[in-house]
């Protein structure tokens, strides 16, 4: 149901990426080597999960894509500044700051799905790297430690997100969490649109 004033942002496969990319990812963090098939599972879905949100990001609808909302790091850092001084412009899609964290999220998680696959095949000889990296053996340990490196610099920047989205909600007087599950943000005079 369409409500007034409110507008539709999130479009469907936006949410689904967005919930289920932080489900696996949070399932693949807890789960760690303590149940490897899990572990795998979770990891493989975030990789798929990303790798459709590329083509997505470039000719889905409007807020899903690319070039509404990805700015430079510069542009991120003035918004930063703004949001700690009260006077943060507000934004139907990503403010300048978030487009940063999904580029980051972007990049970070297939690399953390490469090395996992990768120390998968290396330890424990399965996985669909297993025939190429088979046979390198324990001295390629850093991979493995590598892999964890990145998951914990994920886990990092998903708790910062966590934060960001808290004080983006209050500064705005609305519920983003609400809005990623709905699709929808409350209309306002003077958003920006990007």
Known sequence: MKHVNEVAVWDPFVRLFHWGLAASFLTAFVVEDHNLAVHSWAGYLALALVVARIPWGLFG??????????????????YLKDTLAGRAARHLGHNPAGALMVVALLVLIPLLALTGMASLAIEEGAGPL???????????HWIAEFHEFLANMTMVLAGIHVVGVIVESLVHREN?????????????SGDRIA
Do not use: N
Not at 130 to 140: K, M, P, S, T
């Open 61 to 78: 609808p409007r807020h899903a894509r690319f070039t509404d909302f990805v700015r430079s790091p510069g542009m991120a850092l003035r």
């Open 176 to 188: 983003l969490v609400l809005s990623m599950i709905t699709g929808r943000k409350p209309k306002r």
């Open 130 to 140: 297993a025939a190429l990296l088979g046979d390198l053996g324990r001295e390629a």
